[in-house]
């Protein structure tokens, strides 16, 4: 059974970088989409990047794009997530998410179009 399995969260103060991982145990990772996403307290999750299979392409939400990178090492099977200038409002737990169903050409923004979850990481930034 494939699992995501995300880490490289923390407690953070405004400004400063933090790069998330997420490594899949899934034998043909390159043949999948993924994406980012987060929730915030009180909030409903939201999109955050997506990469297609390559990694060639990539989509951001108008709120972290410049800011924030996604990108995939397939050989290792582990996504990433760099994250510079953070703000308060990025606080949240981010998901890493891999689509089964949507094809693997283009970085979904849409969670309908992702199968599989991992546990998500806490990101705190303090102002």
């Known amino acids: 059974q494939v699992q995501l399995v995300e880490s490289g969260g923390g407690l953070v103060q405004a400004g400063v970088s933090l790069r998330l991982s997420c490594v899949a145990s899934?034998?043909?990772?390159?043949?999948?989409?993924m994406g980012w996403f987060r929730q915030a307290p009180g909030k409903e999750r939201e999109f955050v990047a997506a990469i297609s299979g390559s990694g060639g392409r990539t989509k951001y939400a108008d709120s972290v794009n410049g800011r924030f990178t996604i990108s995939r090492d397939n050989a290792k099977n582990t996504m990433f997530l760099q994250m510079n200038s953070l703000k308060s409002e990025d606080t949240a737990v981010y998901y890493c998410?891999?689509?089964?169903?949507?094809?693997?050409?283009?970085?979904?923004?849409?969670?309908?179009?992702?199968?599989?979850w991992g546990q998500g990481t806490q990101v705190t930034v303090s102002s």
């Open positions: 899934a034998r043909t990772f390159s043949k999948y989409a």
């Open positions: 998410a891999l689509s089964y169903s949507g094809t693997r050409y283009y970085p979904h923004p849409e969670q309908s179009n992702y199968d599989l």
